[in-house]
C-alpha cells in the first residue's frame, strides 16, 4: 500500500487536473511560468516537498505561478502562511489571500481605490464593486496594449480576491460582486489563451465565468462565454466550435444585438470550417449584418459595459474574411481585409490578428512574396506584446509558405518567427 501524501489538499488538487506525476507538476509549472512571463522552473524534490507534511510558503513568484495553475488559494492547497498558529489560521486566510490579489491590482487604481481595497473587510461597501470593475477594466486596456503577460498576473489576483470577498460578503453584495467576477474570468480566460497557456487554464476559467454568470441569472453573459469559448476552440475542432457559437447565438436567452452579430460571424467560420455549403455560410453571414443593423450606436469597448459595445461594421467584415478564407476563397477574403484594415479603426491587437490573416490569404491565393511581407507588418505589431493569436496565425502562414522557403520575403519571415521563438 503506498504511503498517504503528508499534503492531502495538494495531492488531490493535483490528481484533479491530469497531473499524475510529480514530474507532470514540474512540467506543467514550466508551462505557467512561461506563459505568465516568470522565469523560473522546478523539479521533483520541490514537488515532493509541497506534498510533504510541512510543504513550507512559496516566494512571491512561485504564488503567482500555482495560483494560475489550480485556481485557487494557496491556502485550499495545503500550504499555511508562516507565523500563523492553527488558531488563528481561519482570518490568516481571507486576509491574505486578498492582499495577494489587492498587490497586483491596486496599482492600476487611483488613490481612493487603493484606499477602499486595503480596507476591503468593509464587505457592506457597494463602491467597492466599482472599483473591482474599474480595475478590471484598466486590465483590458493595459493587455490591448502591452499584450497579455503584462496583464495576467494582476487578472488571475481580481478573480481571487473577488472569488474571496464574495464568501464574506452579505446576500445583497454577493449577486454584484460575482457579475463582475462573471467578466474578470471570461477575462482571465482569454489572457490565458493569448499567452499559450495549457487549454485546461483557459476552461478553468470560462467555466468558473458560466458559473457566475448562470448563479447570478445573468443569461447574456452565460451566452457570451459560450462565444468566448468558441473563438478559443482550435479550427481543427470546427464541429465543437459550431455547437457552442450556434447555442450562444440561438440558445434560450437572447443576446445585444452586437454580440448576437458576433456569434452569428462565429457559427459563419464554424460552418465554413466543417464544409457547409456556400449559400449556408452566407445566409448566416447575412443574419449577422441584420442583428448588427438593430443595434444602437456603438460605444467603446469595455469589460464592464455592455457586451460587445464596441463591435463595429468593419471588425464584423475582417472576421466575415475569415470565414471566407476557410471556406477556400483566399482572393475573397484578402481583398475584404485590406479594404477594412485601410479603413477600420482597429485596437492594436485586433490589426496583427487581421493582419496575420491577410498574410494567410495572400498565401493561399498564391501570392508568397505579398504574403510574407505581409506577415513581417503582422509581425512588427504582434511580437513585442506577445499577441499569442497573431503569432499563431503568422506561423500557420509559414509553415503554408514552405514551398517557397527560397524566396528573400518568404525566408526572411521564417527566419524571424524561427528567432522570437528561440
Known amino acids: 500500500m503506498s504511503k498517504a501524501p503528508g499534503n492531502p489538499a495538494f495531492h488531490a488538487a493535483r490528481l484533479e487536473r491530469g497531473w499524475h506525476s510529480q514530474a507532470d507538476v514540474a512540467r506543467a509549472y ?32 512561485t504564488r503567482r505561478v500555482l495560483r494560475a495553475m489550480f485556481g485557487l488559494p494557496l491556502e485550499q492547497l495545503g500550504f499555511l502562511p508562516p507565523h500563523r498558529t492553527p488558531a488563528a489560521r481561519e482570518d490568516a486566510v481571507r486576509r491574505r489571500s486578498l492582499l495577494q490579489g489587492v498587490l497586483g491590482i491596486a ?109 447570478t441569472g445573468d443569461a447574456p453573459m452565460h451566452a457570451y462565454v ?55 455560410v452566407a445566409r448566416t453571414l447575412d443574419a449577422a449584418h441584420h442583428a448588427l443593423g438593430r443595434a444602437g450606436r456603438a460605444e467603446p469597448a469595455s469589460c464592464t459595459g455592455p457586451l460587445c459595445a464596441g463591435y463595429t461594421l468593419d471588425r464584423l467584415m475582417a472576421q466575415s474574411a475569415i470565414s471566407h478564407r476557410e471556406a ?15 479603413h477600420g479603426t482597429f485596437a492594436p491587437r485586433d490589426r496583427a490578428f487581421f493582419t496575420a490573416h491577410l498574410s494567410g490569404a495572400l498565401a493561399a491565393a498564391g501570392e508568397p512574396d505579398q504574403a510574407a511581407a505581409t506577415g513581417m507588418s503582422a509581425l512588427s505589431l504582434a511580437a513585442a506584446p506577445g499577441f499569442g493569436q497573431a503569432l499563431g496565425e503568422l506561423r500557420r502562414t509559414a509553415s503554408e509558405l514552405r514551398a517557397h522557403a527560397r524566396r528573400p520575403a518568404v525566408r526572411e519571415l521564417r527566419q524571424a518567427l524561427t528567432a522570437l521563438t528561440a
Open 328 to 342: 477556400g476563397q483566399p482572393a475573397r477574403a484578402a481583398d475584404l481585409l485590406r479594404q477594412h484594415l485601410a
Open 226 to 280: 459560450l462565444l468566448r469559448k468558441a473563438q478559443a476552440t482550435d479550427r481543427h475542432d470546427a464541429a465543437r466550435m459550431l455547437d457552442l457559437a450556434h447555442a450562444a447565438a440561438n440558445g434560450p436567452w437572447k443576446l445585444p444585438p452586437r454580440a448576437q452579430a458576433e456569434a452569428l460571424q462565429q457559427e459563419a467560420r464554424a460552418l465554413a470550417l466543417t464544409g457547409a455549403p456556400s449559400d449556408t
Open 30 to 61: 514550466a508551462a505557467h511560468a512561461a506563459a505568465l512571463g516568470e522565469h523560473s522552473d522546478i523539479d521533483v524534490r520541490q514537488v515532493r516537498r509541497w506534498e510533504s507534511a510541512k510543504p513550507g510558503w512559496p516566494n512571491t513568484h
Open 107 to 215: 496599482p492600476l487604481l487611483g488613490p481612493s481605490g487603493r484606499d477602499r481595497l486595503a480596507h476591503a473587510r468593509r464587505y457592506d461597501d457597494r463602491a467597492l464593486v466599482g472599483h473591482l470593475g474599474s480595475a478590471l477594466d484598466e486590465l483590458a486596456r493595459a493587455d490591448g496594449s502591452a499584450g497579455p503577460r503584462q496583464a495576467l498576473p494582476a487578472a488571475t489576483d481580481l478573480v481571487a480576491v473577488i472569488e474571496q470577498l464574495a464568501r464574506e460578503a452579505s446576500s445583497s453584495l454577493r449577486p454584484d460582486l460575482l457579475r463582475v467576477g462573471a467578466r474578470a474570468a471570461e477575462f482571465t480566460a482569454w489572457l490565458h489563451r493569448d499567452a499559450g497557456a495549457p487549454a485546461h487554464v483557459t476552461v478553468f476559467f470560462h467555466d468558473r465565468a458560466v458559473e457566475w454568470a448562470t448563479v
